[in-house]
């Protein structure tokens, strides 16, 4: 049974009839914690025809290259901290790294997107890493490293990069103090501004359901995530890791973080969402279900088998047991439960792909 209320604050964040933050705030609110299952169906297949509408019934892939798990920093919510003692430490040479996006190409995927801790490789290593990557043919590079100067995301640019991921954990001052030792929101708004300013496709995000979190802050991050115009966001559960100050809190909801990725949707028509790891790493498989909630985003993992266990941001990750030589079955398989095809491109948003000249990137509108 719909609620007047659920139906009006999803007209609300759809249409963008919204006359103040306050207001679109209460509605996006609304929208999160809606339970009830007509209602949950109404807004994420809301979402998906918005998706489809304005960007394809298609779903990119991207392979995750995890590079390093070594950390400088002190995250209370995960695994690679460099409080936990327990942690198997590895760090991926470059030849490695270039042999995984190889892998990765000779798969029919066209874009690697390299991860770490915040381990303070060396800035020249990286761009050397990235200039060998670019040299395998038209594969696009996103990274994942953390926060670095300036400087170095200008010589990472300038070897080839072309995506950046750093997701703001949370746009609340006081809550992300409560969740990071020594670090301030601050410096991290300054690295996505030059990012942006970089000319990187720049993406951002939040886990959903981490202790201290609300539906009221999640809604303030939604909105900061449109005014800033990022061309990719990423969401997923909090999962508690046992060797962390946060490991007694309980894991997110799935619920939520549907809802959070449906609402995102509905605000940022274009924007690149994956059905994370994380939500493929609950009590089963809910990647299609993120599918069918909005996102369009796979990101099957081509780091060394070997290796994938001892990169535990998370305990129970999926992708540990994942078959690289069965990748493209899996991809297909995932998108078509969650009622999309497959695009192999590199899938660039909209805005670059035309900077690009790429015309499979584009999509119907
Ligand atoms: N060091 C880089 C950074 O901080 O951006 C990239 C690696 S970091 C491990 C990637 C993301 O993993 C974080 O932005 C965080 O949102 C997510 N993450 C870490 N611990 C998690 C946990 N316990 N549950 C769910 N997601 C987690």
Redo the contacts with the bound molecule.
């Keep these: 049974m719909i609620r007047e209320a659920a139906r009006y604050a999803l007209a609300r964040v759809k249409t963008r009839n919204h006359s103040s933050d306050s207001e679109l705030r209460k509605a996006l609110m609304l929208l999160l914690e809606i339970s009830d299952p007509d209602e949950t169906v109404l807004l994420c297949e809301t979402a998906c025809t918005v998706r489809n509408e304005s960007s394809g019934a298609r779903m990119a892939v991207r392979a995750l290259v995890e590079t390093s798990s070594l950390?400088n920093?002190d995250?209370y919510?995960?695994?690679?901290n460099r409080g936990n003692k327990k942690a198997h430490r590895y760090k991926l040479g470059r030849e490695d790294i270039v042999c995984c996006a190889k892998d990765a190409f000779s798969h029919g995927i066209r874009t690697v997107v390299l991860?770490?801790?915040?381990d303070g490789t060396h800035a020249g290593e990286v761009a050397d890493t990235i200039a060998d990557i670019k040299k395998i043919g038209d594969i696009a590079v996103t990274l994942?490293?953390?926060?670095r100067p300036r400087h170095e995301y200008a010589l990472w640019k300038e070897a080839g990069a072309d995506r950046y991921?750093?997701?703001i954990?949370s746009t609340d001052p006081e809550l992300y103090a409560s969740m990071h030792r020594n670090r301030k929101l601050e410096s991290r708004l300054e690295c996505l501004d030059a990012l942006q300013e970089l000319g990187y496709q720049t993406g951002s995000?939040?886990?959903i359901g981490?202790p201290g979190q609300t539906a009221g802050h999640i809604a303030d991050d939604l909105i900061f995530f449109t005014k800033r115009g990022f061309e990719m966001i990423?969401m997923?559960?909090?999962?508690?890791?046992p060797d962390?100050p946060?490991a007694r809190a309980p894991s997110?909801s799935v619920r939520t973080t549907l809802n959070a990725i449906a609402a995102a949707r509905l605000c940022m028509p274009n924007v690149w969402m994956p059905a994370?790891t994380?939500l493929g790493s609950m009590d089963k498989d809910w990647r299609p279900d993120a599918l069918r909630s909005g996102a369009n985003v796979l990101m099957p993992n081509f780091s060394p088998q070997e290796k994938r266990k001892l990169y535990s941001?998370?305990p129970g990750k999926r992708c540990i047991g994942e078959r690289t030589a069965l990748v493209q079955q899996e991809c297909e398989s995932i998108a078509r439960a969650g009622g999309l095809t497959v695009d192999w491109s590199r899938a660039d948003a909209p805005a670059f792909a035309v900077t690009l000249g790429k015309a499979s990137s584009a999509g119907p509108a």
């Design positions: 950390c920093n995250c919510y995960c695994g690679l991860q770490s801790g915040e994942s490293f953390g926060e991921l750093l997701r954990e995000g939040i886990m981490f990423g997923g559960p909090f999962i508690p890791h962390t946060f997110g994370t994380a941001i998370y």
